[in-house]
């Protein structure tokens, strides 16, 4: 899905995203659970809230770790839809 929207600088991220860390033009976060159901369900909210917001990011999941990286293709980079799924990833 095309949108018109812009890039978001490094220092906007920042302020908006505190707990993410910019890593090659994506936020990123690292998750830790006590096990791997635990993170499973995890991914799985995740997934409820990607497709609500038509935003979906790359996720690696090892045993009880989950590695979340956002972006916004069309515009290379990071915008306020990424801050959005974060910020609805952080209140799973």
């Not at 995203?17 to 159901?37: D, G, V």
């Amino acid at each position: 899905m095309t949108r018109n929207t812009k890039a978001l600088s490094d220092s906007q991220i920042k302020k908006l995203a505190p707990t993410w860390r910019i890593k090659k033009k994506q936020l990123y976060k690292k998750f830790i659970f006590s096990n791997f159901s635990d993170a499973l369900g995890f991914i799985v909210q995740i997934g409820v809230e990607a497709e609500r917001l038509n935003h979906h990011p790359t996720i690696h999941n090892t045993y009880n770790k989950v590695e979340i990286y956002l972006s916004t293709h069309s515009i290379n980079g990071l915008s306020t839809l990424d801050i959005k799924l974060a910020d609805n990833i952080d209140n799973i």
